[in-house]
């Protein structure tokens, strides 16, 4: 046999499945698609989650767009964070060109342009379907972590959020928290040390600045009704083609805390939500995370080890979660080894540092005979990669060169006008475009203190009526009905979810 007849077997034979796949390329041997050889990856383990990665400019957002593509005519629908704004394109049909006429013709698949069922997500003032998410949903354990609180602050917010509970304080956005603590390190300060024991107001102080710190980049936008339900983003069309959700999030490149804030709580609540499945034919929600260094440069430890937990954890939900990023050293490795599939885009090999990197990137892939790793990721043209994942008995498939086909869908922005379109055509634009302030703790609060204040000059007045009035006969005696601080219970859907937090069950 030849050496292309044995690669061609070799392939083939490595990538075969039994039950239902995708394909997202061919294989490329010396340089040269192999026809034929397809790229099939299994649906069944496609929630064994994965790393799109390479330098700028190799086609790492155009992978996903096939990948997201891809899945969507297999029913399934995919969730993807668009942080440079190019992939709202993925609504409208392609436009047909040699270029992708010939790359078809190398790897021997058929192509067509088609445009696909979206929905454009925001969580800022852009148009679309905005997702917002409670302060209660997030629980006192995620909402420490994502203040960088230490155990005796968390100890605090864990009484804070109990606090409400007890008292069905509804904890809605950032105005509530603050003025619960506000509250509770001032008029209500002996209620609280009588029930649940003091609290530091130095503490507080610390907890307070740091809400506010969340606040100044932009987060208050993003805590509040109505809240996202994430049963939303698991969609189907009429076709029975599965929705991408694009959640456009251009304007938060330069707000790292928030993206990470926002990521790990989306997480967060898909697995809150998701039944425990085991494992199953194909996944129900597929989500890729693109310019993802942006969640891991400035994260924390702490979370750091919570997105480490959820993504270990989110599988058994039919989750499958994707990282692109530039270098897959911007991966914590705890979260890298988790990684079934690598689909790896040239690097280049400027610096030694480059090089380093370079070698641990290809000491992460499967030894072959038919490639030496590390030439290959220098020498791979735009839209090839390197290849890795996991057939269906979880091992790992042979390591390819691979010339990803191209997407169907057009590889760039929509204008305004098709923009709007797809969100006059959403389904759930206008169920989340109501901003709703409910009869919230900080509502409540403010009667409260309000109608303390009141009762204090009625006190006052009273004494004064007294004096006025000593020495005549009493005839009546008015009792003062006391006010009480919870005047409505709290119906929010929200609420019922919990007010002691979407995690604790989950991060023990
Ligand atoms: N699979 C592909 N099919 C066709 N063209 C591609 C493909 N991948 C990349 N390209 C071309 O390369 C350009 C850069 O790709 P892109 O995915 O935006 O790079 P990256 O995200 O790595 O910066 C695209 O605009 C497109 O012209
Ligand atoms: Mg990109």
Do not use: W
């Amino acid at each position: 046999m030849s050496r292309k007849e044995d690669f061609f077997t070799h392939i083939n034979g490595g990538y075969t499945c039994k039950g239902d796949y995708i394909i997202l390329g061919g294989a490329i041997l010396d340089g040269e698609a192999v026809a034929d050889t397809h790229i099939k990856i299994p649906l069944k383990t496609l929630n064994r989650h994965g790393l799109i990665a390479g330098a700028t400019g190799t086609g790492k957002t155009k992978t996903l767009q096939v990948f997201a593509e891809q899945l969507s005519l297999k029913g399934i629908p995919s969730l993807v964070m668009d942080v440079k704004g190019d992939l709202s394109g993925v609504a409208r049909p392609g436009a047909e060109n040699d270029f992708i006429r010939d790359r078809h013709a190398k790897i021997n698949l058929p192509y067509t342009t088609l445009g696909f069922p979206v929905e454009l997500l925001t969580i800022s003032e852009q148009n679309g379907v905005r997702l917002r998410a409670t302060v209660s949903e997030f629980g006192p354990v995620l909402f420490s972590r994502i203040l960088d609180l230490n155990d005796t602050q968390a100890g605090i917010m864990s009484i804070i959020f109990k606090y409400c509970d007890d008292n069905k304080l509804g904890l809605i956005d950032l105005k509530d928290i603050r003025k619960v603590i506000q509250y509770l390190t001032g008029e209500g300060k002996e209620e609280l040390e009588k029930e649940y024991g003091a609290v530091s107001p130095a503490s507080a102080g610390v907890i307070l600045r740091k809400i506010i710190e969340l606040e100044q980049q932009g987060a208050e936008r993003f805590f509040g009704e109505q809240s996202f339900e994430i049963t939303d983003l698991m969609r189907r069309d009429s076709n029975g083609k599965g929705y991408i959700n694009v959640m456009r999030l251009t304007d938060i490149q330069d707000k790292p805390k928030l993206f990470s804030t926002f990521m790990l709580s989306l997480l967060a609540e898909v697995y809150n939500t998701m039944p425990e499945r085991g494992d199953q034919p194909k996944p129900e929600l597929m989500i890729f995370i693109d310019e993802a260094h942006l969640i891991f440069s400035q994260a924390s430890k702490v979370l750091l080890e919570q997105i480490e937990t959820i993504v270990k954890l989110i599988r058994s939900k039919g989750v499958g979660v994707y990282f692109i990023t530039q270098n897959p050293m911007d991966v914590p490795s705890p979260v890298l080894s988790q990684l079934g599939m690598k689909i790896q885009h040239a690097l280049r090999a400027f610096t030694a540092n480059d090089r380093k990197d370079i070698r641990l990137t290809s000491d992460n892939f499967p030894l072959s005979d038919f490639y030496n790793t590390e030439e290959a990721l220098t020498s791979l043209g735009t839209g090839e990669a390197l290849v890795t994942a996991l057939n269906e008995k979880g091992i790992p498939t042979p390591l390819a060169a691979m010339m990803v086909r191209a997407p169907m869908s057009r590889m760039d922005v929509l204008s305004a006008e098709e923009i709007a379109d797809v969100n006059g055509s959403s389904q759930l634009v206008t169920k989340y475009s109501r901003t709703i302030d409910p009869d919230s703790a900080a509502e409540m609060l403010e009667r409260k203190i309000a109608s303390a204040e009141a009762r204090r000059s009625e006190d006052a007045a009273r004494k004064v009526r007294e004096k006025e009035t000593a020495g005549r006969p009493r005839t009546t005696t008015r009792r003062r009905t006391a006010t009480s601080p919870v005047v409505k219970v709290l119906t929010s859907a929200t609420f019922i979810r919990g007010v002691m937090g979407i995690l604790t069950r989950a991060m023990k």
